[in-house]
């Protein structure tokens, strides 16, 4: 048997980090392209978001009241940029704050910086 985990609502305007589990594939594609801020204190970066991609299964077993889409996000940087793989705050207007698992991802000699984060 599942259980059915409580929705962890936040005062958007007040919160240090959003709930990660509110959030879905279609909050971050009509984002595609738009840049977000990435780090804290004066260690910020931009980083454009690239691609929001689907990871759903046909047969996945659980119920869906349990159950969110999983998907991931890759973002692109300046390159030489090198951040290890970590918790970031991550920065959008229309989002606000949140604190994600990013890691960087792709050919290290490519004309620019690749990162992912992976929901669910």
Same mark, same amino acid.
């Given at each position: ?5 409580p929705?962890?609502?936040a ?8 709930c990660?589990?509110d /959030?879905? =594939?279609?909050?971050?594609? #009509?984002?595609l392209? &738009? ?6 204190? *004066? ?14 299964r ?9 159950r969110?889409?999983? /998907?991931? =996000?890759q973002?692109?940087? #300046?390159?030489?940029? &090198? ?6 705050? *991550?920065?959008?207007?229309q989002l606000?704050?949140?604190k994600?698992?990013m ?10 910086s ?5 929901f669910?």
């Open positions: 048997e599942f259980e059915v985990l929705s962890c609502a005062n958007f305007s007040h919160a240090d980090h959003m990660l589990r /959030f879905g =594939l279609q909050d971050f594609t #009509q984002l392209g &738009q840049n977000f801020l990435v780090g804290a204190g *004066i260690h910020k970066v931009h980083m454009q978001l690239t691609s929001a991609t689907s990871h759903a046909d047969a996945d077993p659980r119920p869906t009241t349990v969110r889409e999983p /998907f991931s =996000l973002f692109s940087a #300046q390159q030489g940029l &090198q951040l290890p793989a970590e918790i970031y705050n *991550i920065k959008h207007p606000g704050d949140m994600v698992f890691t960087q991802i792709g050919d290290q000699n490519s004309d620019k690749q990162y992912e984060v992976v669910g």
